[in-house]
T-cell receptor, first 116, second 115 residues
Framework: AQKITQTQPGMFVQEKEAVTLDCTYDTSDPSYGLFWYKQPSSGEMIFLIYQGSYDQQNATEGRYSLNFQKARKSANLVISASQLGDSAMYFCAMSPATTGGFKTIFGAGTRLFVKA | GAVVSQHPSRVICKSGTSVKIECRSLDFQATTMFWYRQFPKQSLMLMATSNEGSKATYEQGVEKDKFLINHASLTLSTLTVTSAHPEDSSFYIC???????????FGDGTRLSIL
């Protein structure tokens, strides 16, 4: 079965500090893509970062980095130097290659609150 | 980056009305688009996969006759909520993938409220 698990319904972080949002996944497919999206209160889904299952290095995009531990099937998102504008819902997602890499499975999400 | 446009962003209408939502890929062609539904404080639930030139593939439990999907061109998919009732009120969001890169790109969503 394909599944994404985000165990933190809500997280608080002090402005300018780093925060890690957890994500574990389950798939029997040897090839898959992992994604993180941000959804602010306005509703749009903003793509943050992508990690391919065969990528040797952890993905980084500005203040976002993905801590990919393949053996543990985890893909945690690290946000460095948190800003007030980072307060939003964050979704971890996976696209197994068996779906042609198109169909995406989403986790339940983690709501991040950044405190001033 | 790839842009997906979704229209309208907000709809309020009476029970029994049919509502059409459009999803367009503006700078790329999308043979496949996806329609999601999202309830408050919940994750995205895939409703159906829209395939250009063929019938949509619906997820289990989604009524095909209630949620009509048409993907007539490589840049446009439409979702029609037929004879909408208050329980159909939700946030609907579409996505498409540009084959030149990995992630799905989302429209800004449509908030549907049925009175």
């Amino acid at each position: 079965a394909q599944k994404i698990t985000q165990t933190q319904p809500g997280m608080f972080v002090q402005e300018k500090e780093a925060v890690t949002l957890d994500c574990t996944y389950d798939t029997s497919d040897p090839s898959y893509g992992l994604f993180w999206y941000k959804q602010p209160s306005s509703g749009e889904m903003i793509f943050l970062i992508y990690q391919g299952s065969y990528d040797q290095q952890n993905a980084t995009e500005g203040r976002y980095s993905l801590n990919f531990q393949k053996a543990r099937k985890s893909a945690n998102l690290v946000i460095s130097a948190s800003q007030l504008g980072d307060s939003a819902m964050y979704f971890c997602a996976m696209s197994p290659a068996t779906t042609g890499g198109f169909k995406t499975i989403f986790g339940a999400g983690t709501r991040l609150f950044v405190k001033a | 980056g790839a842009v997906v446009s979704q229209h309208p962003s907000r709809v309020i209408c009476k029970s029994g009305t049919s509502v059409k939502i459009e999803c367009r890929s503006l700078d790329f062609q999308a043979t496949t688009m996806f329609w999601y539904r999202q309830f408050p404080k919940q994750s995205l639930m895939l409703m159906a996969t829209s395939n250009e030139g063929s019938k949509a593939t619906y997820e289990q439990g989604v009524e095909k006759d209630k949620f009509l999907i048409n993907h007539a061109s490589l840049t446009l998919s439409t979702l029609t909520v037929t004879s909408a009732h208050p329980e159909d009120s939700s946030f609907y969001i579409c996505s498409a993938r540009d084959l030149r890169d990995q992630p799905q790109h989302f429209g800004d969503g449509t908030r549907l409220s049925i009175l």
